[in-house]
């Protein structure tokens, strides 16, 4: 059983040149267990550089462990690592931490949920952008504080000048993520990731945010992982999306297609759970996500699927691409593409 | 709407009575293993104290001037005093005052301290200012000078040693439990049962006192550890308990003098202190990490 | 400049489709509430001239962002706190002249959902004690039928009968949610008032709680108030809508027809921001909420508005109603 990973079909000319850059993130059987319990379990899916891929699915799914992981910040001994999950080109499970430190901030950065716990109350904004520009560019404090002015211009705070030298709790929610993504576009890393970045704001500043999450990853050509629970929000801002059920990936592929018309009944059954303006009737899926010390043989979610049947319960179904256009991906024995 | 299990997907434990509910509360308690190794100390003092009569070989004030001052042996376990009085007899049953000073010293302090910090706590206003201005006046006082300040007063004895020092409990019991309850009114449910009409005596019994009690269990039983040693402490400074009763901070003082010759009339009753304080820490402890609904 | 339109009760934001035989259960009229900040030197105003009508029966949402006032304004229906100006009638009678028994009936006619749902539960009550408490205090079964009560309700909110020996934190996030709408339908009350009772909760626990909380809503007749900042779950839950904006309603209207033409700028921006999965990221507003201690001149919507116009600076409209009953408070409105 060939196993396809989630990657674009990009034109020829272009594949080329593609093939020859590392894939932003490549990710091959990896699992990560903690305390003997698979957290992510057997999980394979490719990033291309310039590309943004969503990753969704409930809480305990995985997928800010999938993200922390990445960002090489689950090491050994909490965590034990297996397979490969390689970032930029380096792989997290077999790179010494001193590598993995370079990285961080420089070439991949990581957005948080909650920018007020996230920033650090005794330092100015400055002060926080200017740490990874002095780790990793070596600058001194002039050019920091000009590379500083120039990054909050670019995320569309309004007076710069005033706003380095305030604290985190003398800016607003927004304001504050838009410091946070500041930071991690301070060293133009390649990979970006936003865990939840906008699920703390209002809904009319969180389309500012993602607007400008999405502008400023375009303007770098960097790629870009966001972690989201809301399905049409990942349709709008993703090329691609992955969806995770209990650790594992059950749906993969281009995300408007996938997210509007679903194929792996998992993500059909969100994709009806999900709040929609003038949604009709809303179908919650049945049962609840099993806990990580119980996890069911087999299918993980066959307890809760209509479609279960015997094989579903023993055998676990492999992430299979669609015979079709080869870029969807699901984990089921019973839907086929066609 | 039927309630379908399936698609709560619960799999629900089968229904726990009150009595299950004492048993878990006692099974985590006793799973703590300070708890379990203070209780146990703390027991063996008890029935030390309860069966002392059985216990002692000796009559603890029967003196016999030929035998003083010896140590340990197979006569006297733990040698005799300068009176030539059993060491271990006057151990088993200066744990009786010990005992009998810490409980019941801390349950007076606790039935004066703590309605006094509820009052405060829950009426708020002038009243909540009046009795915390007495608390400080009371809290001014380090707990060994207020409790030797009374017993100048009062005179000495037993009963005026657990009076006195439930007296110096007073302040700290309250100032706790007015705390707690102003914690405790703050929460949601306090408010949430105000709005659905709870009248204002069952938003104190079955709201406010059911949360501030275990945290005052806990303070009560740290306490008693701290009178038990005060109340050595009074007695060792000859402002406690009277002679010939058997306490162990009068056997320290009594030993005081002979320390070099005959280390045992200290040690013994000061180990025996010891050993009860910490016994008494631990299980305070442990029923704190067991009362707190995060940790079980 | 503040166009006033004194409203008569005929004039205040009345349901369409609900003929207002008896007294609404609740009426604001002109509601202000202020907080003093810097010391005193400034007022942030939470609520700044609010009318609202709420009929029996019907489900109406508050939507709002940050800054908005709506958590406040639930406050001052409960009567939690008291307002700075304007008046607030519950079923006719204004909250600060209840006598005893009209305080007690209130109480039971008004029930509240917290949105800290674990916290508003007393982690020492069973969840057969608390479901049972409002049903013991309001004298509404005799002391044998409660158990029974207790399993029906249980049964209602779609709870096993066997966690009613089960305390709070034992409970899953939706279970505890659920909890709290049985203890809010115990007293059998006129109207439920919940706030953001579905917050951060997995997409599937959502709509579970949410269709529990429609089916309840259209069963039962009990009105309900929904506070939110979700658009998406107010339509999904609420004939009615309004909007919310720094202390005013700035709209309100059937829900069917406001989703399909907004007429005030800001609802307009508020569906264009939703996310959707037939439309493209659009952020239709810029610059950020302005604080409520420091309102802008005119319409306090001007600041972000994109169709702001000249004179918006100079007036401050009022919520008026349309001919076919909505209410916008906009000197410019969108086309219908």
Redesign the interface.
Known sequence: MSLADAAVEAPPARAAADAAAPAALEARHFTLRRAGVAVLDDVSLTLRPGRTLALIG??GAGKSTLAFAAMGLLQPPQVALQGRLAVVGTDVVTAPERTLRSLRGAHMALIFQDASSALNPCFTVLDHIAEPLRRHRGLGRRQCRERALQLLADVGIADPQARLTAYPHEL????QQRVMIAIALACEPRLLIADEPTSAL???????I??LI?ERVAALKAAAIFVL?????A???ADDVAVMYAGQIVESGPA?TV??APRHPYTR??RA???????G?????????PSLSAMPGGCRFAP?CGLATAQCTQQRPPLAGDGGDGTRALACWHVKPG | MAADP?????AVAPARPRLARLQSTLRALLAQRKAAVGGAIVLLFVVAAIFASQLAPYPPTEQNLADAMQGPSAAHWLGTDSFGQDILSRLLYGARSALWIGFASVALGLAVGVPLGLIAGLRGGRTEWLIMRIVDGLLAFPELIMAMAFMAVLGLGMGNVVYALALSFVGPFARTVRADVLQVKARPFVEAARLMGVPAREIVLRHVLPNVASPILIQAGMRVSIAILLGSGLSFLGLGVVPPTPDWGLMIAEGRGFISMAPWMSGMPGLALALLLVGLNLFAEGLRDALDPRTR | MHIEVLPGLHDLPFAPTTVPAAQPLFALLDVEKSFPVDGGRRALRALDGVRLTVAAGESLALVG??GSGKSTLVRVMLGLEKVSNGRVLASGVDLDALDGAQRRRFARDVAFIYQDALGSLNPRMTVEALIAEPVAVHELRGRREIPERVSGLLAQVGLPSALRHRYPHEL?GGQVRRVAVARALACEPRVIVADESVAGL???????L??LLRDLQRASGIALVFVT?????A??LCDRVAVMYLGRIVETGATREI?QAPRHPYTA??????????????????G??PSPADLPSGCRFRTRCPHVQADCAGVDPALTRHEDGRFVACLHPLPS
Do not use: K, W
């Open positions: 409930e809480s607003s929610g927004g304001m209002d809904v009319t500043i969180q389309a500012q993602m607007t999405l629970h809301d399905l049409a929000l349709s709008q801002v408007r997210l509007t059954g969100l759970s999900a709040v929609e303006l003038g949604a009737q809303l179908t919650p899926i049945a049962g609840m996500v809760r | 399936l698609l709560l997907g619960t | 962002e940050s899953s997995d997409v599937s626990i959502q709509a579970q949410l269709n900042h979700d658009l998406g779950v339509a999904y989703l921006a508020l569906m264009r921001a939703f996310p959707r999965f037939d439309a493209l990221l659009a952020a239709p507003l810029r950020e909420i």
